[in-house]
């Protein structure tokens, strides 16, 4: 069964530092992968998706993530922290059946982000 | 706006009643997403609809929880007999096509009382 894990629950970054949040996700096919954000009383975003080809994924905000096959992993970085990044940052891995996506998709419990000034 | 739309935004409740959720949907989208998301917690999926039809629903967790989507617009969440184990954010989301990116509602938060 798909399953994503992000470990660390809350990042504390000073504003200007770069930003790392990992994901690792388990399913036995090639997964489609998601980075998604949630900023208080607002619903998610997509920042970010991976479906396949190129491993380093450009997102919105000047987000990125690596798709690293060996290591399950789906690692969300940012060079430069800004303030309004202090957010909820969810992974989540999507099914797929014959190259479509089924509409599910299995989301990590999130990583709270602060970013001090 | 021109996004998803919930309604109510917030809804208390006493144990046992009944409650109804609505999602409308980006205009055109073809495919409707209900989640729920527990203090501390990811999204957690539910259900999803095909236009009215109803593709999935392996993840609504007991029979007191029913979805549809009669006309393939907008689309109800009802919740029979409530429990304080219910009490959650339920999220919509919908997409233009089966494939293409969730756009997700401000979501309806449910507190069982």
């Known amino acids: 069964a798909q399953s994503v894990t992000q470990p660390d629950i809350h990042i504390t970054v000073s504003e200007g530092a770069s930003l790392e949040l990992r994901c690792n996700y388990s399913y036995g096919a090639t997964p489609y992968l998601f980075w998604y954000v949630q900023s208080p009383g607002q619903g998610l975003q997509l920042l970010l998706k991976?479906?396949?080809?190129?491993?380093l994924v450009q997102g919105i905000k000047g987000f990125e993530a690596e798709f690293k096959r060996s290591q399950s992993s789906f690692n969300l970085r940012k060079p430069s922290v800004h303030w309004s990044d202090a957010a909820e940052y969810f992974c989540?891995?999507?099914?797929?059946?014959?190259?479509?996506?089924?509409?599910?998709?299995?989301f990590g419990r999130g990583t709270q982000l602060t970013v001090w000034p | 706006g021109a996004g998803v739309s919930q309604s109510p935004r917030y809804k208390v409740t006493k144990r046992g009643q009944d409650v109804a959720l609505r999602c409308d949907p980006i205009?055109?989208?073809?495919?409707l997403y209900w989640y729920r998301q527990a203090l501390g917690q990811g999204p957690e999926f539910l259900t999803y609809?095909?236009?009215?039809?109803?593709?999935?629903k392996s993840g609504l967790p007991n029979d007191r929880f029913s979805a549809e989507r009669p006309k393939g617009s907008f689309s109800t969440l009802e919740i029979q007999r409530t429990e304080q184990r219910d009490s959650a954010m339920y999220r919509c989301a919908s997409s233009r096509t089966v494939t293409g990116e969730l756009f997700f509602g401000e979501g309806s938060r449910l507190t069982v009382l």
């Open positions: 989540a891995v999507g099914a797929t059946d014959r190259g479509s996506t089924l509409g599910r998709l299995y």
């Open positions: 205009s055109g989208h073809v495919s």
């Open positions: 609809f095909n236009y009215e039809a109803q593709q999935d």
């Open positions: 991976y479906f396949s080809g190129d491993t």
